[in-house]
T-cell receptor, first 115, second 113 residues
Framework: DADVTQTPRNRITKTGKRIMLECSQT?????MYWYRQDPGLGLRLIYY???????NKGEISDGYSVSRQAQAKFSLSLESAIPNQTALYFC??????????????FGPGTRLTVL | AQSVTQLDSQVPVFEEAPVELRCNYS??????LFWYVQYPNQGLQLLLK??????LVKGINGFEAEFNKSQTSFHLRKPSVHISDTAEYFC???????????FGIGTKLQVIP
């Protein structure tokens, strides 16, 4: 079984709808991240969490919110989806820790289309 | 602050030819450097990483990268590519003490039969 799973894998929705993307991990890592990928722009960080009580904004958090329900679960919500949020979304985990090395382990991605 | 520049957005190469994908980084402190690969319709997976020690790092699938501190580069190389290497490759940097990883915009490697 995959260490980092994302649901759904594909979603088409309409402008103004609320959408939730879910991420679960079995790696036992404390750190979890949400990125979006757009052609020509690489990966951009939306939100990250270093433990259940720690949530931080990334570089493009406007229009998004997150919830860390447990160590293993980190959800991303689009409160009112708009077309320019059409993208590929990735969840990732890392163990980080005192070493400071944040090797990222990625889920398979969710392709979101907002019409 | 930290940043990554991938100089080529696309690199076409014939099968069995060598390839180099270029990556330059910027950071005021010590760095950890990564290369990730994304095959079509898949997530990113770690190809290799430099943490410390030997500047030549070997990864999976015959890839290697060399850390050059004076040139602030971490170029990825493979002596002979295969069709299955067709993918997008991302360079990433994580500065010591900095909690986030910064990714480059990616380089699409197209292997031509």
């Amino acid at each position: 079984d995959a260490d980092v799973t994302q649901t759904p894998r594909n979603r088409i929705t309409k402008t103004g709808k609320r959408i939730m993307l879910e991420c679960s991990q079995t790696k036992g890592h404390d750190r979890m991240y949400w990125y979006r990928q757009d052609p020509g722009l690489g990966l951009r960080l939306i939100y990250y969490s270093f433990d259940v009580k720690d949530i931080n904004k990334g570089e493009i958090s406007d229009g998004y919110s997150v919830s860390r329900q447990a160590q293993a679960k980190f959800s991303l919500s689009l409160e009112s989806a708009i077309p320019n949020q059409t993208a590929l979304y990735f969840c990732a985990t890392s163990d980080g820790g005192t070493s400071g090395v944040n090797t990222q382990y990625f889920g398979p991605g969710t392709r979101l289309t907002v019409l | 602050a930290q940043s990554v520049t991938q100089l080529d957005s696309q690199v076409p190469v014939f099968e069995e030819a060598p390839v180099e994908l270029r990556c330059n980084y910027s950071s005021s402190v010590s760095v950890y450097l990564f290369w990730y690969v994304q095959y079509p319709n898949q997530g990113l997976q770690l190809l290799l990483k430099y943490l410390s020690g030997s500047t030549l790092v070997k990864g999976i699938n015959g890839f290697e990268a060399e850390f050059n501190k004076s040139q602030t580069s971490f170029h990825l190389r493979k002596p002979s590519v295969h069709i299955s290497d067709t993918a997008e490759y991302f360079c990433a940097v994580n500065s010591g003490g900095y909690q986030k990883v910064t990714f480059g915009i990616g380089t699409k490697l197209q292997v031509i039969p």
